[in-house]
């Protein structure tokens, strides 16, 4: 962090003004939570953080790699700003993320890309002052090729904008290896946090009024595989909830071959932790499994299920599907829609499947035309949305807690446990980042409606 005040010091004999910084995050919740951290260290060496990148002196985009759309559109984002670096040559682009945590993207950036003036991997951000401050300093392209760390590099100032909403990393990176997934590559090893670094964060967003915390991993049930100490992720939340205050927990995402049942126990016993689960189960036939690498039958993922429903019955769970992995036959399509009916899925994130170069999944033969894809996705797609509107249904009349989120007009967003949003009318200017108890009224297309009844202070 040395970097920080040097960057300061460059900075403010560069510029007049206080000069400003935009991140945008193209990716998961776990790239948001990276911005968070850029947005931090940004803020300490002397920027002011902007949410206009057109004004912005340094704009950095922090990248997505999980499908190709997703490059794509970053590409087409990165090529608009070729106009504005040419009106405003002193103003920095950056590029970090995961898609640049491969080679080949590097090079073309490098080649096609003269525009981009830093690139800067995953696990480098704690060096982006030194980074910045080089730019300024050799006034030449700080281009770092693909490294994969394995340090955790703990006290980054953190930058969030909401009050009451926070994600809390507990580990980085994944050893899973599914055969369709680009993220092992890109992410490096999976590491844990120490507990206490956790714990700490976690006491003090609770004392600074933060009132739904997400812990992040990409596989958080493995968490705590490679500490000296004997800790699993079980023990870590039943620590996490013993911290006094009015919040809610939750957690994402879980891996059906690693949730187990002391985990859900612990759901079972901590009523913070939210009862709504994130269980990615990909596809709904065995042989697809198996060819992805996930490493359990339909049957064990629908056991896991069946058991948290008998211990927590208000429990939900949803997904992630991909169809049209290569070679997944219409009849193995068919089991999906089979599991997702049988499921009753709160809500259901569906992919078509995207071939990732260097994953054993792009040497599979794939002979399923997009058109037959896009089919598949469109009718699972058709099938949630009705299982869907019916579980909002299920909400009427309901009395329900929800956390005060976004203010429109008289309109309040609030989200549930559950992350079902419900909007209300109020004129009550109080309760924002606030928990209030609200009546479910009805649903307008896939928010519920309420009526306020009691403003808790
Ligand atoms: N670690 C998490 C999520 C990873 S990415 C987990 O395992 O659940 C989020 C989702 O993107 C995955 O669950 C998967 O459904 C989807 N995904 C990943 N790679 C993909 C690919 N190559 N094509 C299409 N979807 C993909
Ligand atoms: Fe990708 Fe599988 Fe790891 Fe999730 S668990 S990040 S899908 S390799
Ligand atoms: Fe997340 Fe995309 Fe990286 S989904 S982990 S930002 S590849």
Sequence with gaps: MKYTEQLKQVLNSKFEYTPKANVQTFGCVQNENDSEKIRGILAQSGYDISENYEVSDIVIFNTCAIRENAELKIFGNIGKLKALKAENPNMIVAVCGC?????????????????????????????????????????????????????IVEDIPVYRESKSKATISIMYGCDNFCSYCIVPYVRGRERSRKPEDILSEFKQLIKEGYKDITLLGQNVDSYGKNLDVKIDFADLLTMLCKVDGDYVLHFMSSHPKDINKKVIDTIRDNPKISRQIHLPVQSGNDRILGLMNRKYTVQQYKDIIN???????????????????????????????KLVKEINFTQLFTFIYSKRTGTKAAIMEDLTSHKEKSERLNRLVKIQQDIFFKYLDSFKGQTVRALVEEKKGDTYSARMANTLVVHFESEDNEIMDQFVNLKITGKKGTVLKADLIINQK
Excluded: C
């Design 99 to 151: 898609m640049v945590m491969q080679a080949h993207i590097v090079d073309k950036i490098k080649k096609s890309y003269p525009f981009v003036d830093i690139v800067f991997g995953v696990n480098s951000i704690e060096e982006l002052p030194h980074i910045v401050y080089n730019w300024y300093v050799d006034n030449k392209r700080q281009i770092s090729s693909p490294e994969t760390k394995t340090e």
């Design 307 to 337: 058991y948290a429903k008998e211990q927590i019955p208000d429990i939900g769970f949803s997904s992630d599907i991909i169809v049209g992995f290569p070679g997944e036959t219409y009849e193995e399509y068919l089991d999906t829609e």
